[in-house]
């Protein structure tokens, strides 16, 4: 059944990577998610018409109800047709299954109808200036005046903010509250007076992370996903969602990355360098060991710091995948023609941040060390 689901996938990409969207072949993802994204938008309708999208929703809320297996064909087979990087996923994989899972009725059928027509876009509103990768350590506030919540404070490194009509907001609604306690997880409208978005320049001269400044901002009393102040089990269930079956398509990706890198390779005579070609090896085998961690994690419940670690190994794989990319480039590797980046010199840009976003290596380390290892925790003010 699995070869049969297979074969469609695979066939439907094939007849339809084609006409309009044959352009869009390869295009968007980290660091380039400026690139088409309106054309992008199109064809995420096009997959939610032909049921090719919130694959692992259940039947009830509009999705396939596909197994586990069947999800991670699909992003297999569509990391390896080279379709475009989707504008939706912060809606389809992370919002959509934490309402599902914790929203109340009419939540879901408030918002999930749109989701899977691609008809409202989403950001999450996690990270703060003070509270990167400590997300118990949140200050922006959310206080009750009358029918609203009333939101105050700052959110940075929101990916797609400029094109959202949502975020999703992990805000403190109890007064005096510290860490974990006294956060609540709240659905909150973009276009309105007191919502303020700020692009930030990366390195790669593009701009898909934001500042989200919230100035007396108002969504409804309604608006708060599961019990008020249990905001933090909310917040994890959906980054567990973020890091669950989807980082298979990312790893057919990273393998696309890596074949182009060792064909460059062989066509500039840098595979006859003894150490080029043991670290293009490395990588190889690196990435095996990335897809058996994820499939074993894959089937389990909750895979907990399984999660740390992943993240942990491929964030390490891809940014020295970057640094390989200029020494197998060689000198040219330094010169941007006429001020543009090429693909190598993104790639090794952009991936500087593949440690930090997400949640940075030294607190995946921490989390390891504490919660796996039993090693005393770091102190803290």
């Given at each position: 059944m699995n070869g049969d689901f297979r074969q469609q996938l695979r066939a439907w990409l094939a007849d339809n990577l084609h006409g309009e969207f044959a352009k869009l072949r390869g295009v968007g993802g980290p660091g380039r998610e400026h690139e088409q994204y309106e054309s992008r938008r199109e064809w995420d309708r096009k997959l939610a018409k032909a049921g090719w999208s919130c694959l692992g929703w259940p039947v009830e809320h509009g999705g396939r109800g596909a197994s586990t297996q069947e999800q991670v064909i699909f992003y297999e087979e569509y990391a390896a047709a080279?379709?475009?990087?989707?504008?939706?996923?912060?809606?389809?994989?992370?919002?959509?299954?934490?309402?599902?899972?914790?929203?109340?009725?009419?939540?879901?059928?408030?918002?999930?109808?749109?989701?899977?027509?691609?008809?409202?876009?989403?950001?999450?509103?996690?990270?703060?200036?003070?509270?990167?990768?400590?997300?118990?350590?949140?200050?922006?506030?959310?206080?009750v005046d009358g029918d609203d919540w009333v939101i105050t404070g700052q959110k940075v490194w929101t990916s797609l903010a400029h094109e959202a009509d949502w975020c999703f907001v992990l805000a403190r609604t109890q007064p005096g509250s510290r860490r974990r306690e006294g956060l609540s997880y709240l659905l909150v409208p973009m276009r309105q007076p007191g919502v303020e978005v700020r692009p930030i320049r990366q390195l790669t001269g593009t701009s898909e992370f934001n500042e989200v400044f919230f100035d007396n901002a108002r969504t409804s009393k309604d608006m708060v996903v599961g019990e008020v102040g249990d905001g933090w089990r909310v917040a994890m269930?959906?980054?567990?969602?973020?890091?669950?079956?989807?980082?298979?398509?990312?790893?057919?990706?990273?393998?696309?990355?890596?074949?182009?890198?060792?064909?460059?390779?062989?066509?500039?005579?840098?595979?006859?360098?003894?150490?080029?070609?043991?670290?293009?090896t490395r990588s190889w085998i690196g990435l095996e060991v990335m897809r058996a961690h994820a499939l074993r994690t894959l089937s389990r419940k909750d895979p907990g710091y399984e999660a740390s670690v992943s993240k942990l190994v491929w964030a390490r794989w891809h940014r020295e995948l970057g640094e390989l990319a200029m020494q197998v480039r060689g000198p040219e590797s330094m010169v941007a023609v006429d001020g543009d980046l090429d693909e190598w010199q993104r790639l090794f840009l952009f991936s500087r941040a593949d440690t930090i976003y997400g949640g940075s290596d030294e607190i995946q380390r921490t989390i390891i060390a504490e919660r796996v290892l039993g090693l005393p925790k770091e102190p803290r003010a």
């Open positions: 080279n379709a475009p990087a989707r504008v939706n996923h912060i809606g389809e994989e992370l919002l959509g299954p934490t309402l599902i899972a914790f929203g109340t009725p009419e939540q879901q059928r408030r918002f999930l109808p749109k989701i899977l027509a691609v008809e409202e876009l989403w950001c999450q509103g996690y990270s703060e200036p003070g509270a990167g990768s400590d997300l118990a350590s949140v200050s922006t506030t959310a206080t269930a959906t980054l567990a969602f973020e890091r669950g079956v989807a980082t298979l398509g990312q790893q057919v990706g990273f393998r696309r990355e890596l074949d182009a890198l060792i064909d460059l390779a062989k066509r500039n005579g840098a595979i006859d360098d003894p150490v080029i070609k043991e670290r293009l």
